[in-house]
């Protein structure tokens, strides 16, 4: 186990360590086929190895990453019976379930179309309706949130903090890089290789901080997880 800092929990080595060589991995491919299809359009770059694709290799084992960390979490959940482990398992099924089922992509377009915001300002319209839906996903899980973390002691809300800061992470990736990868492509739309820098750090990053999160709620909650940690100087 790796500890973090501040009693925010702690990392399951194996498991963060082999997350990360697959990631590194699926990175350098798709890294090294961004290149030639940036040089050279003509370059076929297979579907299931370009690591921001869906069900991609890439994609499919942040899905596999996303129930880990949620079985992990569950596990606690039977295990202490606190609301807090439950509600973030719960948060992490709507966050697998958004990114398999691409729930954010067919919302934002239907509510684009719908609300004639795509006649007014064109795609642009579908990044800004991806963050109201994200927005929505996330209210629909703070309530729960707030509540278990009201009953939850100084212990588990340290645990829960540092899970938290792993799933910030991957929402920066997803959301932030990801609009302003958008951003960059409409206004520069004959810079391939700036996207493809976008891309790195949007996909790298979201894959990396999730292979974080997963090591951090198998080795925080799961069942190498202590039930009640050792008191930390604040």
Known sequence: ???????????DRRVL????ALDLVLLAIGIRYGVMVALDPSVHWPRPLQFDHDWGIAEMLNYVKWLVAAAALG???RRDRALLPAAIAATLLLAVLDDAGRLH?????ALALGTGLFDRIGSLAFQLCELVVWAGLGLLCLGPLLLGWRRADVGLRRRAAGLGLFFGGV???????DTLHVLVGLAWPDQPLLGGLFMVAEGGGENLFLSLMTAQAVG???RGGLSAPAPVRP
């Not at 186990?1 to 990392?11: A, D, N, V, Y």
């Not at 929402?171 to 890089?177: E, F, R, S, V």
């Open 75 to 77: 596990l606690a959940w």
């Open 17 to 20: 360590f082999t997350l990360v």
């Open 171 to 177: 929402a920066l990736c997803a959301m932030g890089i």
């Open 220 to 222: 925080s909650f799961g």
């Open 105 to 109: 992509e067919r919302g934002s377009i």
């Open 1 to 11: 186990m790796i500890e973090l800092p501040w009693g925010l929990g702690r990392l």
